[in-house]
């Protein structure tokens, strides 16, 4: 029996299509393998965030959570006001460093860019790491980003 030119070409490109959907069925076994995998894992994660919170609760509902850390219960109440004050102090702190950036910011004086550069580099003795970092997570929040842009126009200012 012989073949034509074009009943071997045929025959070669049926065997590719065979090949080219063999190895689409093995790769989509494998995509639903691995999401599988990731949902099993996912599963497994938030099962563990379950019991860890219900082992909290539980903690709690039984009173060991509040038993060992306070000397008294003079010295919890104490420990409570303070930390309101010292919460509604960092809140007026915050308020003002981000109105001062904020008239910066409209005078066209600094951008964001500015303000992150200045917070990363420059002289270490300005100020404490633990402070810029958090004059950092300050200035990244969504809200104070989205003011940036606003004054900014969503890009960084041409000098």
């Given at each position: 029996m012989k073949i034509t030119k074009s009943q071997l070409k045929e025959m070669i490109r049926e065997e590719l299509l065979r090949e080219?959907?063999?190895?689409?069925?093995?790769?989509?076994?494998?995509?639903?393998?691995?999401?599988?995998?990731?949902?099993?894992?996912?599963?497994?994660?938030?099962?563990?965030?379950?019991?860890?919170?219900?082992?909290?609760?539980?903690?709690?509902?039984?009173?060991?959570?509040?038993?060992?850390?306070?000397?008294s219960p003079e010295a919890k109440k104490i420990m409570d006001q303070s930390l309101r004050e010292y919460a509604k102090i960092l809140r007026k702190a915050q308020y003002k460093v981000v109105k001062d950036w904020m008239t910066k910011a409209k005078a066209g004086v600094i951008d964001f860019f500015d303000v992150s550069n200045g917070l990363k580099k420059g002289d270490m003795s300005r100020a404490h790491p633990y402070e810029t970092d958090f004059l950092r997570s300050v200035l990244t929040k969504d809200k104070i980003i989205d003011r940036f842009r606003s004054y900014t126009g969503g890009r960084k200012r041409r000098r």
């Open positions: 080219g959907e063999a190895i689409k069925k093995v790769r989509g076994d494998y995509k639903s393998d691995r999401e599988r995998n990731k949902q099993d894992f996912d599963r497994d994660l938030e099962d563990a965030e379950k019991e860890d919170l219900e082992t909290r609760q539980k903690e709690r509902n039984e009173g060991k959570l509040n038993e060992e850390p306070f000397s």
